[in-house]
Every structure is written in C-alpha cells, then in structure tokens.
C-alpha cells in the first residue's frame, strides 16, 4: 500500500510542478515552490522529532554551510528554529540535508557538489558517552559526517551522465567517500546511490552475491523516486543518545568569547 500511494504522491508532485511553471513566472519563486514542496512531503513521512526547514547549518568551529534546501532535524535539535523560514541550524542536531532543482542540468549538478562538499566539511564533535546503533562503515559516512542528497523534479541530463560526473568531480577533487554526496533522486525517473564500501546497512548484491560498492541505482529501480528517497533515508539518518545536548557547547562557546571581549575592555 505504501508504495501504490508513493507512486501516487509522484503524479500530484508532476502536477504541483506544472501548476508553479504556469502560475510563477519569476525563477526565484517557481523555485522556492519546488522546494517546499519536497519538504512538505517530507513532512508527511518523516517522524515528528526529523523536523523539516531550510537555511545553513553551523559548526562549533564557527564553519557555515551554503544555503541548503532541505535540513532534517534529529531529536537532539534544541527548539529555537522558525521552520515558516531560513534558519540556522547546528550540525550536531542534523540529520541529513538536501539540495532540490527544478530542472537538473551539468551546471546545476556541479553547483550542488560543491554545496554538499561544503556542509560534508563541517566538523562535528562527538562527546564521551555516546551510545551508537550503527555499524563502522555507516558511523563514518552518517554520523561522523552526515548525509547529503540531490532531489530533482526534471533533468536534462541522464542517470548514467549524471553517475559519470559525480566520479569525475569526486576523482578531481580526490574526495574520500566520506565527503562525496550520498544519493540523487529525480522524480518520476531513476535514483543513485552512493553504496560506499557496500558494508553499510542498505546495500545491493551483484549477480554474484557480493554487495556492490559505489555509485549504483538500487535493485529493481523503478521510477517512483520518493519511495527510493524514504528507504534511503531510514538506512542513513543514524540512531544514537547524547549525555549531554548539543547546544550546551554552543552556549558555552559564546560565554566564554562575550567573557574573553569583556576582559579585554
């Protein structure tokens, strides 16, 4: 049933896009449409502690992303975000971001590369005491860093081309699996996954049984790309308990610099 009615959802996604495209003639607004859209979606899926917005996302290092589309809360977010617009968000209290295009094209791909590089390059600090339900090669990708996808609502460019630049961009840049974009998603058409090593906990066998490794569409692919998405972001977006919240370092950190300029005066 849930997929009949991903597939569904699909279609009326097809015809909110057209509805924006004959309504909006401004670029800038046809995109912001598009966007929540998908975190309207999202939204309906999603448990209520991943709260869905869109904005930047900061580290204790004081590092800020790009603008980012999408950013799923984890439950150890503090509750200080306005989602109705961009907000700031901490990286410990994310758990997976997305970039979303009307029309995917070379230009555009290369652009959400480099956007999701930049959020994968945000520092995370782990605290003593964590409890983790993973497994190393997902700790690594997910939690360590965290996930970051690409939706589309059309390309003009295929599945296979997008598959050939993502490795292109990511041997250019000499990128570890752990700071290459993780998934791609194109509505009502094919999805990519980055299966990493293939020990993470979703993962494809080849015609030989051994898990596959890398940039693959997922088994039996089919084009209903939202049901795609919400399986991959069950197997990546972690599960795990803090001692302490994670904003406590964040207040500490601006105490102790208000303190520091004080000293100074």
């Given at each position: 049933m849930l997929k009949e009615r991903l597939a569904l959802l699909e279609k009326q996604m097809e015809l909110r896009l057209q509805e924006i495209r004959l309504s909006q003639k401004h670029s800038g607004i046809k995109g912001a449409s598009t966007e929540e859209a998908l975190r309207e979606f999202l939204r309906q899926f999603l448990p209520p502690y991943n709260r869905v917005g869109e904005g930047e996302v900061v580290d204790q290092n004081s590092q800020i992303?790009?603008?980012i589309d999408v950013i799923?809360?984890?439950e150890h977010h503090p509750f200080i975000n306005d989602f109705s617009k961009p907000s700031t968000f901490i990286i410990?209290?994310?758990a997976a971001v997305g970039e979303v295009k009307s029309i995917l094209t070379g230009i555009e791909l290369e652009r959400s590369l480099e956007n999701s590089l930049c959020f994968k390059r945000l520092s995370i600090k782990s605290q003593a005491g964590t409890m983790i339900h993973s497994n190393p090669e997902d700790i690594?990708?997910?939690?360590?860093?965290?996930?970051?996808?690409?939706?589309?609502f059309e390309s003009r460019i295929s599945i296979s081309t997008i598959k050939d630049r993502i490795e292109k961009w990511n041997r250019d840049h000499n990128l570890p699996i752990t700071e290459q974009i993780d998934?791609?998603?194109?509505?009502s058409d094919k999805s990519l996954i980055n299966f990493g090593e293939g020990k993470g906990a979703l993962?494809?066998?080849?015609?030989?049984?051994k898990s596959v490794c890398g940039y693959n569409q997922p088994a039996g692919n089919s084009a209903n790309s939202?049901?795609?998405l919400l399986a991959w972001l069950s197997a990546s977006i972690q599960r795990f308990t803090?001692?302490?919240?994670?904003?406590?370092?964040y207040l500490i950190r601006d105490a102790s610099v208000i303190r520091s300029e004080l000293l100074k005066n």
């Amino acid at each position: 049933m849930l997929k009949e009615r991903l597939a569904l959802l699909e279609k009326q996604m097809e015809l909110r896009l057209q509805e924006i495209r004959l309504s909006q003639k401004h670029s800038g607004i046809k995109g912001a449409s598009t966007e929540e859209a998908l975190r309207e979606f999202l939204r309906q899926f999603l448990p209520p502690y991943n709260r869905v917005g869109e904005g930047e996302v900061v580290d204790q290092n004081s590092q800020i992303s790009r603008q980012i589309d999408v950013i799923i809360t984890n439950e150890h977010h503090p509750f200080i975000n306005d989602f109705s617009k961009p907000s700031t968000f901490i990286i410990e209290g994310v758990a997976a971001v997305g970039e979303v295009k009307s029309i995917l094209t070379g230009i555009e791909l290369e652009r959400s590369l480099e956007n999701s590089l930049c959020f994968k390059r945000l520092s995370i600090k782990s605290q003593a005491g964590t409890m983790i339900h993973s497994n190393p090669e997902d700790i690594s990708r997910f939690l360590d860093k965290r996930p970051s996808f690409l939706f589309a609502f059309e390309s003009r460019i295929s599945i296979s081309t997008i598959k050939d630049r993502i490795e292109k961009w990511n041997r250019d840049h000499n990128l570890p699996i752990t700071e290459q974009i993780d998934a791609i998603f194109i509505l009502s058409d094919k999805s990519l996954i980055n299966f990493g090593e293939g020990k993470g906990a979703l993962q494809i066998l080849d015609t030989q049984g051994k898990s596959v490794c890398g940039y693959n569409q997922p088994a039996g692919n089919s084009a209903n790309s939202l049901y795609y998405l919400l399986a991959w972001l069950s197997a990546s977006i972690q599960r795990f308990t803090l001692p302490l919240a994670p904003i406590l370092s964040y207040l500490i950190r601006d105490a102790s610099v208000i303190r520091s300029e004080l000293l100074k005066n």
